[in-house]
Protein backbone atom coordinates (compact mmCIF):
# COMPACT_ATOMS: atom_id res chain seq x y z
CA UNK A 1 0.00 0.00 0.00
CA UNK A 2 1.10 3.66 -0.26
CA UNK A 3 3.47 4.97 2.22
CA UNK A 4 4.56 8.27 2.81
CA UNK A 5 7.97 9.10 5.19
CA UNK A 6 8.86 11.98 6.41
CA UNK A 7 12.31 12.84 7.97
CA UNK A 8 13.44 14.07 10.57
CA UNK A 9 11.50 12.45 13.18
CA UNK A 10 13.03 15.47 15.60
CA UNK A 11 14.47 18.60 15.31
CA UNK A 12 15.65 21.19 17.57
CA UNK A 13 17.08 24.13 16.53
CA UNK A 14 17.59 27.86 18.24
CA UNK A 15 15.18 30.56 17.87
CA UNK A 16 16.33 31.98 14.79
CA UNK A 17 17.43 29.21 13.00
CA UNK A 18 15.89 27.93 9.68
CA UNK A 19 14.13 24.08 9.96
CA UNK A 20 13.27 22.07 7.06
CA UNK A 21 11.39 18.53 6.71
CA UNK A 22 11.23 16.50 3.62
CA UNK A 23 8.10 13.87 2.85
CA UNK A 24 8.78 11.02 0.23
CA UNK A 25 6.07 9.15 -0.76
CA UNK A 26 6.34 5.34 -2.50
CA UNK A 27 3.89 6.25 -5.04
CA UNK A 28 2.89 9.72 -7.15
CA UNK A 29 0.52 11.70 -5.50
CA UNK A 30 -2.30 13.63 -6.98
CA UNK A 31 -1.75 16.53 -4.16
CA UNK A 32 0.15 16.42 -0.54
CA UNK A 33 -0.82 18.31 2.28
CA UNK A 34 0.76 19.64 5.28
CA UNK A 35 -0.23 20.24 8.84
CA UNK A 36 0.26 21.13 12.04
CA UNK A 37 -0.14 20.11 15.75
CA UNK A 38 0.87 22.08 18.61
CA UNK A 39 1.62 20.24 21.62
CA UNK A 40 -1.66 18.82 22.73
CA UNK A 41 -3.85 19.50 20.73
CA UNK A 42 -5.10 18.80 16.49
CA UNK A 43 -4.08 18.88 13.38
CA UNK A 44 -4.82 22.06 11.35
CA UNK A 45 -4.45 22.19 7.90
CA UNK A 46 -1.40 24.42 6.27
CA UNK A 47 -1.84 24.55 2.71
CA UNK A 48 -2.18 22.18 -0.53
CA UNK A 49 0.10 21.73 -3.41
CA UNK A 50 -1.08 20.34 -6.48
CA UNK A 51 0.76 21.27 -9.46
CA UNK A 52 4.57 19.29 -10.41
CA UNK A 53 7.24 21.70 -8.99
CA UNK A 54 4.27 24.02 -7.26
CA UNK A 55 6.06 26.46 -4.76
CA UNK A 56 4.35 28.70 -1.93
CA UNK A 57 4.74 30.74 0.86
CA UNK A 58 3.37 31.37 3.82
CA UNK A 59 5.01 34.26 5.65
CA UNK A 60 8.19 32.48 7.01
CA UNK A 61 6.87 29.14 4.99
CA UNK A 62 8.20 27.59 2.53
CA UNK A 63 6.23 24.60 0.66
CA UNK A 64 7.52 22.70 -2.32
CA UNK A 65 5.99 19.87 -3.83
CA UNK A 66 8.87 18.21 -6.34
CA UNK A 67 9.01 17.39 -9.97
CA UNK A 68 7.84 13.85 -10.16
CA UNK A 69 4.77 14.70 -7.25
CA UNK A 70 6.60 11.97 -5.05
CA UNK A 71 8.03 14.56 -2.65
CA UNK A 72 7.69 17.94 -0.77
CA UNK A 73 9.27 19.97 1.92
CA UNK A 74 8.44 22.58 4.33
CA UNK A 75 10.82 24.97 4.85
CA UNK A 76 10.55 27.58 8.14
CA UNK A 77 13.09 30.36 8.05
CA UNK A 78 14.43 32.36 11.21
CA UNK A 79 12.76 29.55 13.68
CA UNK A 80 10.30 31.34 16.49
CA UNK A 81 9.31 29.74 19.45
CA UNK A 82 5.54 29.87 18.11
CA UNK A 83 6.73 27.44 15.53
CA UNK A 84 6.41 24.22 17.88
CA UNK A 85 4.75 21.29 16.94
CA UNK A 86 4.73 18.41 15.00
CA UNK A 87 4.59 19.06 11.11
CA UNK A 88 2.96 16.13 9.02
CA UNK A 89 2.57 16.12 5.63
CA UNK A 90 -0.82 13.87 3.95
CA UNK A 91 -0.12 12.42 0.47
CA UNK A 92 -3.51 12.00 -1.65
CA UNK A 93 -3.76 9.26 -4.19
CA UNK A 94 -7.15 9.67 -5.56
CA UNK A 95 -8.39 13.68 -6.51
CA UNK A 96 -11.86 12.35 -5.83
CA UNK A 97 -12.04 12.18 -1.94
CA UNK A 98 -10.47 9.47 -0.74
CA UNK A 99 -8.01 9.20 2.70
CA UNK A 100 -4.87 10.94 3.06
CA UNK A 101 -1.94 8.74 4.03
CA UNK A 102 -0.13 10.81 6.37
CA UNK A 103 3.68 10.59 7.17
CA UNK A 104 4.80 9.98 10.90
CA UNK A 105 5.97 13.72 11.36
CA UNK A 106 8.47 16.21 12.27
CA UNK A 107 8.79 17.06 15.79
CA UNK A 108 10.43 20.73 16.45
CA UNK A 109 11.31 22.34 19.07
CA UNK A 110 13.03 25.52 19.48
CA UNK A 111 14.97 26.62 22.20
CA UNK A 112 14.94 30.52 22.96
CA UNK B 1 -19.74 28.28 12.29
CA UNK B 2 -19.21 25.27 15.08
CA UNK B 3 -16.17 22.90 14.11
CA UNK B 4 -15.96 19.53 14.29
CA UNK B 5 -16.89 17.93 17.19
CA UNK B 6 -16.08 15.18 19.06
CA UNK B 7 -17.20 13.73 22.67
CA UNK B 8 -16.04 12.77 25.09
CA UNK B 9 -12.67 14.25 25.28
CA UNK B 10 -11.52 11.78 27.54
CA UNK B 11 -12.61 8.02 27.65
CA UNK B 12 -11.84 5.40 30.21
CA UNK B 13 -12.64 1.92 30.10
CA UNK B 14 -11.58 -0.93 32.17
CA UNK B 15 -10.39 -4.49 29.47
CA UNK B 16 -13.84 -5.89 27.97
CA UNK B 17 -15.51 -3.30 28.06
CA UNK B 18 -17.46 -0.87 24.90
CA UNK B 19 -15.89 2.24 23.95
CA UNK B 20 -18.03 4.69 22.18
CA UNK B 21 -16.34 7.70 20.20
CA UNK B 22 -18.77 10.47 18.74
CA UNK B 23 -18.17 13.04 15.71
CA UNK B 24 -20.23 15.81 14.06
CA UNK B 25 -18.66 16.99 11.25
CA UNK B 26 -18.43 20.50 10.08
CA UNK B 27 -22.37 22.11 8.78
CA UNK B 28 -22.21 21.04 5.29
CA UNK B 29 -19.41 18.30 5.25
CA UNK B 30 -20.99 14.73 4.20
CA UNK B 31 -17.17 13.54 4.42
CA UNK B 32 -16.31 12.13 7.99
CA UNK B 33 -12.72 10.04 8.24
CA UNK B 34 -10.97 8.24 11.54
CA UNK B 35 -7.59 8.83 12.43
CA UNK B 36 -5.86 6.88 15.20
CA UNK B 37 -2.65 8.43 16.79
CA UNK B 38 -0.34 6.66 19.28
CA UNK B 39 1.90 9.11 21.43
CA UNK B 40 5.00 10.66 19.37
CA UNK B 41 3.54 9.10 16.48
CA UNK B 42 2.30 9.86 13.31
CA UNK B 43 -1.95 9.90 12.27
CA UNK B 44 -2.68 6.31 11.21
CA UNK B 45 -6.03 6.10 8.47
CA UNK B 46 -9.20 3.85 10.36
CA UNK B 47 -11.98 4.17 7.94
CA UNK B 48 -13.38 6.80 5.16
CA UNK B 49 -17.65 7.94 5.43
CA UNK B 50 -20.01 9.35 3.71
CA UNK B 51 -23.86 9.65 5.17
CA UNK B 52 -24.72 6.09 5.60
CA UNK B 53 -21.85 4.61 3.50
CA UNK B 54 -18.21 3.33 4.56
CA UNK B 55 -15.88 4.15 1.58
CA UNK B 56 -13.18 2.87 2.72
CA UNK B 57 -12.31 0.63 5.85
CA UNK B 58 -8.46 -0.29 4.73
CA UNK B 59 -7.59 0.87 8.20
CA UNK B 60 -9.69 -0.70 10.70
CA UNK B 61 -8.99 -3.53 12.32
CA UNK B 62 -11.55 -6.11 11.11
CA UNK B 63 -12.63 -7.60 14.43
CA UNK B 64 -14.17 -5.24 17.46
CA UNK B 65 -13.61 -2.29 15.33
CA UNK B 66 -16.81 -0.72 13.53
CA UNK B 67 -18.06 2.75 12.39
CA UNK B 68 -20.81 4.40 11.08
CA UNK B 69 -22.05 7.70 9.70
CA UNK B 70 -26.12 7.91 10.18
CA UNK B 71 -28.55 10.04 8.02
CA UNK B 72 -29.10 12.05 11.01
CA UNK B 73 -26.74 12.43 14.31
CA UNK B 74 -22.96 12.16 14.58
CA UNK B 75 -20.79 9.23 13.16
CA UNK B 76 -19.74 6.77 15.78
CA UNK B 77 -16.47 4.89 16.18
CA UNK B 78 -17.39 1.46 18.04
CA UNK B 79 -14.30 -0.55 20.15
CA UNK B 80 -15.93 -3.56 21.43
CA UNK B 81 -14.43 -5.54 24.32
CA UNK B 82 -11.48 -2.75 24.15
CA UNK B 83 -7.39 -4.10 24.97
CA UNK B 84 -5.17 -1.84 26.58
CA UNK B 85 -3.55 -1.59 22.88
CA UNK B 86 -6.38 0.37 22.00
CA UNK B 87 -5.15 3.03 24.23
CA UNK B 88 -4.71 6.22 22.02
CA UNK B 89 -6.00 9.15 20.60
CA UNK B 90 -9.01 9.26 18.17
CA UNK B 91 -8.99 12.20 15.80
CA UNK B 92 -12.26 12.46 13.45
CA UNK B 93 -11.96 15.07 10.67
CA UNK B 94 -14.65 16.16 8.18
CA UNK B 95 -14.27 17.81 4.36
CA UNK B 96 -17.26 18.85 2.57
CA UNK B 97 -18.31 17.21 -0.65
CA UNK B 98 -15.63 17.28 -2.76
CA UNK B 99 -15.60 19.20 -6.36
CA UNK B 100 -11.79 18.63 -6.66
CA UNK B 101 -9.49 21.22 -5.49
CA UNK B 102 -8.24 22.40 -1.98
CA UNK B 103 -11.43 23.41 -0.78
CA UNK B 104 -13.16 20.46 -1.16
CA UNK B 105 -10.16 18.06 0.13
CA UNK B 106 -9.15 20.26 3.27
CA UNK B 107 -9.25 18.04 6.75
CA UNK B 108 -10.69 19.81 9.50
CA UNK B 109 -9.93 18.03 12.41
CA UNK B 110 -12.01 17.24 15.84
CA UNK B 111 -10.12 17.74 19.18
CA UNK B 112 -9.98 14.23 19.40
CA UNK B 113 -10.95 11.81 22.04
CA UNK B 114 -7.80 10.24 24.07
CA UNK B 115 -9.02 7.00 25.24
CA UNK B 116 -7.67 4.95 27.92
CA UNK B 117 -8.00 1.40 28.92
CA UNK B 118 -7.25 0.31 32.38
Known amino acids: GQQVMQIPQYQHVQEGEDFTTYCNSS?????IQWYKQRPGGHPVFLIQ?????EVKKQKRLTFQFGEAKKNSSLHITATQTTDVGTYFC????????????FGDGTTLTVKP | NAGVMQNPRHLVRRRGQEARLRCSPM?????VYWYRQLPEEGLKFMVY????????ESGMPKERFSAEFPKEGPSILRIQQVVRGDSAAYFC????????????????FGSGTQLSVL
Open chain 2, 49 to 56: LQKENIID
Open chain 2, 27 to 31: KGHSH
Open chain 1, 27 to 31: TTLSN
Open chain 2, 93 to 108: ASSPRSTGGAEGEKLF
Open chain 1, 49 to 53: LVKSG
Open chain 1, 90 to 101: AGRVNTNAGKST
